[in-house]
């Protein structure tokens, strides 16, 4: 049973567009959210988080969006890159001592 | 410089065996944990641990084992038990809490298994 759901597999974006990279969750309990970048045979570096009591988080050109109701998070990457091409993963963490539970990702590419 | 590193880069190991893969960090962090990916299946729990002599399985513990002696590493074994264990394995080590410090990630290990 997934708990994070990132339901599209990969995403083509051109370069100086803006990028969405979406992320639904099932785990009513999740009350912090990460994303990642992972580059292939590289381990994920962090990018942005945000806390349930918060719809949105920004930082530089990425923006993370949460929709609590909806169960619902969102990535905007404004403008792409090139170098943004990688994968992302959504990742969300319940109360407590608890480990990241992450979604399968998304491979996002940015087109010159 | 702090971080966290994983041994070898690449291993093979011939089926039937065990291997251990290494990861050590000078984060001071309690907590480390091993995960696995899979194309197409994200990145799989297979243990945590939040304190020295402490670990719990994550969502795919079967057929690993893992030991926290030192709070700097936590070694993964992979035994002869696990079905299908060619697969990258990625460590990581936080504060105890992780609205504290974001996860950091080592460089991951390719196994295969020949």
């Known amino acids: 049973d997934q708990q994070v759901k990132q339901n599209s597999p990969s995403l083509s974006v051109q370069e100086g567009r803006i990028s969405i990279l979406n992320c639904d969750y099932t785990?009513?309990?999740?009350?912090?959210f990460l994303w990642y970048k992972k580059y292939p045979a590289e381990g994920p570096t962090f990018l942005i988080s945000i806390s349930s009591i918060k719809d949105k988080n920004e930082d530089g050109r990425f923006t993370v969006f949460l929709n609590k109701s909806a169960k619902h998070l969102s990535l905007h990457i404004v403008p792409s890159q090139p170098g943004d091409s990688a994968v992302y993963f959504c990742a969300g963490v319940a109360p407590g001592n608890t480990p990241l539970v992450f979604g399968k990702g998304t491979r996002l590419s940015v087109i010159a | 410089d702090g971080g966290i590193t994983q041994s070898p880069k690449y291993l093979f190991r011939k089926e039937g065996q065990n291997v251990t893969l290494s990861c050590e960090q000078n984060l001071n962090h309690d907590a480390m944990y091993w995960y696995r990916q899979d194309p197409g299946q994200g990145l799989r729990l297979i243990y945590y641990?939040?304190?020295?002599?402490?670990?719990q399985k994550g969502d795919i513990a079967e057929g690993y084992s893992v030991s926290r002696e030192k709070k700097e590493s936590f070694p993964l074994t992979v035994t002869s038990a696990q079905k299908n264990p060619t697969a990258f394995y990625l460590c990581?080590?936080?504060?105890?809490?992780?609205?504290?410090?974001?996860?950091?990630f080592g460089q991951g290990t390719r196994l295969t298994v020949v």
């Open positions: 990581a080590s936080s504060s105890r809490s992780l609205r504290d410090t974001e996860a950091f």
């Open positions: 641990s939040q304190i020295v002599n402490d670990f």
């Open positions: 785990n009513s309990m999740f009350d912090y």
